[in-house]
């Protein structure tokens, strides 16, 4: 199962935004999600504080940032599944 990360932060609209796409795009049985408060985290805070939403792969460590559509999540799904 590969796990994802998507950084955001409380209050955020495109987060909500950025998270419903997931939601809708992810297939549960070969992908797992999970949503980072940067707020908590100086690193996180230094690194996304301008840039947020952003899906970071936790395997291959690649970034989709905003914004994305379904279609363009797809893409980047099929990019990390092609190895790239």
């Known amino acids: 199962m590969r796990k994802f990360l998507l950084m955001g932060t409380e209050g955020c609209h495109l987060c909500d935004d ?10 549960p049985a070969l992908h797992e999600a999970e949503l980072v408060d940067i707020a908590f985290e100086d690193e996180y805070m230094t690194r996304y504080a301008v840039r947020i939403p952003v899906l970071l792969d936790e395997v291959s460590g690649k970034e989709l940032d905003w914004p994305f559509d379904q279609a363009g999540l797809q893409a980047f799904l099929s990019e990390l599944e092609a190895g790239g």
């Open 18 to 27: 950025a998270a419903a796409i997931v939601v809708a795009t992810l297939n």
